[in-house]
């Protein structure tokens, strides 16, 4: 991506599909990483579970860090208390970072430090973001608005892959995109999980900017092939 605020970056290449790479081959994620990149794909996505926030346990920094790639780091924080972990994810080279309402009682604190942080990539800063859970009111993002360039709506209960679409997602995010309009805010709006071969085009149909997706292209069989499919698919739907 050229060489500008990573905000106006995305924004303009927007609508764009986020690869959560938890389900690669990670015995050979250099080789994949680079068909992601073959593919397209500008933004790579890191699923962080504690095991408490979440029931799974995935992995952190130390990993994240060790991840080299051209593509951005889209970093979505499923941990308890995020505040004092922030500092590591993004040395680690984070430039999208995203923290759930539900994680910790301050979480607009969490924002404004996470807003004073440098991107150890570069200077061209680091995307906040809160995610919401498929079952928390969308009115929690109303006194959070003004530390925000990302909102991302859960369509499925956070934990596993595999989970189903929930479709009651598409009124949620309606009703965030006028609850957005009405505060004239423009902020990236995103849905993670359930994303499929079969429903990448109704999605991208939902005016959304982010769409994250993750076994639907590391399959174990034609990450490429599913890669330019979903990209394509999501192009189409734009009108692109």
Avoid at 37 to 46: C, F, M, N, S
Avoid at 126 to 136: D, E, K, M
Avoid at 163 to 189: H, N, W, Y
Avoid at 207 to 224: E, N
Wanted: proline share 5%; hydrophobic share 45%.
């Amino acid at each position: 991506m050229p060489d500008k605020p990573l905000l106006e970056q995305i924004r303009e290449a927007a609508p764009l599909i986020s690869v959560g790479i938890l389900t690669a081959d990670l015995m050979s994620l250099g080789s994949e990483l680079k068909l992601m990149d073959t593919a397209g794909v500008k933004l790579l996505h890191v699923d962080v579970m504690d095991g408490c926030f979440c029931p799974m346990m995935t992995v952190g920094p130390g990993f994240i860090k060790a991840v080299k790639t051209p593509l951005l780091k889209d970093i979505h924080l499923m941990i308890e208390d995020p505040l004092n972990k922030l500092e590591s994810y993004v040395a680690a080279g984070a430039d999208m970072i995203t923290v759930h309402v539900e994680s910790c009682r301050h979480i607009h604190r969490v924002l404004q430090k996470l807003g004073q942080m440098t991107n150890a990539n570069d200077s061209r800063g680091i995307l906040r973001g809160i995610a919401l859970n498929p079952g928390t009111p969308l009115d929690v993002i109303t006194p959070l608005i003004d530390e925000l360039e990302m909102a991302f709506l859960l369509a499925v209960n956070p934990g596993w892959g595999g989970q189903k679409f929930i479709p009651s997602t598409e009124g949620r995010l309606s009703r965030l995109r006028q609850m957005l309009d009405e505060a004239k805010k423009e902020i990236l709006v995103g849905i993670d999980g359930g994303i499929t071969r079969d429903n990448i085009a109704d999605v991208a149909r939902m005016d959304v900017d982010i769409i994250v997706t993750g076994s639907a292209v590391f399959d174990g069989k034609t990450p490429l092939e599913n890669a330019k499919f979903m990209i394509d698919a999501v192009n189409d739907a734009a009108g692109k």
